[in-house]
């Protein structure tokens, strides 16, 4: 994945979860991703594959066009 589009989903996952109030250990368990995984994606460590970001979407209870909506 493009390092800028990482660094802009990654932005948008940290400000959801804020936003939500949940913290990493929250969205592991309602996304089913591991916590550490998370931190990587937050920090823009890590690439996301396709099958995270559903289960990121879902885990925020928002379509794929509304959790991909960054600028």
């Excluded at 493009?2 to 802009?8: G, N, P």
């Excluded at 690439?47 to 979407?57: E, I, P, R």
């Amino acid at each position: 994945m493009d390092k800028e589009l990482l660094q802009k989903l990654a932005k948008r996952i940290k400000e959801l979860r804020k936003e939500k109030g949940f913290t990493q250990d929250d969205l592991s368990y309602r996304s089913g991703i591991a916590r550490s995984t998370l931190g990587n994606v937050e920090t823009a460590k890590n690439d996301v594959v396709f099958s995270k970001v559903k289960q990121l979407a879902d885990a925020f209870e928002l379509s794929l066009s509304e959790f991909l909506n960054f600028e």
